[in-house]
């Protein structure tokens, strides 16, 4: 499923959750959150894999479903490849996403030749997608989250993958036994409010200030939301928390720990 979503900068909390009330937003919840993370493995390696399969297995299920992981890494190749190498594969098989030429293509051999190929073979770990792991009070829900660098417009469009499980533990022994790495730990304190089908939070994280966070389909209640509140003057972005901590010289995805004091 995707997501929209906007960051409002530099807010002071108490400050915004009486807006918040004011203009009408519902309170959910304030909690803190302890957040693992886990890379996916290299999309090199994922590649290699479904070619091999595909290559050496002639069983109608198997293929199919490395068909469909073939399309899964071609949905990030679309997003962090140039366009100039994207276009003329689409324009050669007449087909609107990169994905799209698994349908299309004839076999296997005739999708390695394509020049392309050699690009996708060059990508590593993706930095827009990773297994979030976060227990809430108790709730721990295991997610994929893959936040897309090419927009239509500019709100930062994210998909989202969530699912509930029985607890932090489990799940982590689950994750490192299929092979996932786990790249850090963090927290944040999150105060979740609501306004009609909008998402409201306002995040604190370890060392960057706190910032509001909407999410909503209808991109029309981001200006109500702020022209209600009174937060127009505050900056206004579409971005990730890793692009925050960057602008302050934090490179977040090699810190194995971002923790409250």
Request: glycine fraction near 4%.
């Amino acid at each position: 499923m995707f997501e929209k979503e906007i960051k409002i900068l530099d807010v002071d909390v108490q400050e915004a959750e009486q807006k918040l009330r004011d203009f009408g937003a519902e309170f959910i919840f304030k909690t803190k959150q302890k957040i693992y993370t886990y890379d996916l493995p290299t999309i090199s390696h994922r590649l290699s894999e479904a070619i091999d399969m595909l290559k050496t297995n002639v069983n109608l299920l198997t293929v199919y479903a490395y068909k469909q992981k073939l399309k899964t890494i071609l949905l990030e190749a679309e997003d962090l490849l140039p366009d100039a190498d994207i276009i003329p594969v689409i324009e050669q098989y007449s087909v609107q996403h990169l994905p799209d030429i698994i349908d299309v293509i004839d076999n296997i051999d005739e999708f390695t030749t394509l020049p392309i190929i050699n690009k996708i073979q060059s990508l590593h770990i993706n930095p827009n997608k990773w297994v979030r792991l976060r227990d809430t009070n108790g709730n721990v829900t295991l997610t994929v989250k893959h936040v897309f660098d090419k927009n239509t417009d500019s709100i930062q469009k994210v998909a989202e993958y969530e699912i509930k499980v029985d607890s932090v533990d489990e799940a982590d022994r689950l994750l490192v036994a299929l092979g996932f790495a786990k790249r850090n730990v963090q927290e944040k304190i999150r105060t979740q409010y609501r306004y009609k089908n909008a998402e409201i939070d306002i995040d604190q994280w370890p060392r960057l200030r706190p910032y509001i966070e909407i999410e909503s389909d209808d991109t029309g209640l981001y200006q109500e939301i702020i022209d209600g509140c009174g937060l127009g003057d505050k900056k206004i972005v579409s971005c990730n928390t890793e692009d925050l901590y960057r602008e302050i010289g934090i490179n977040s995805r090699e810190t194995p720990e971002l923790l409250f004091e």
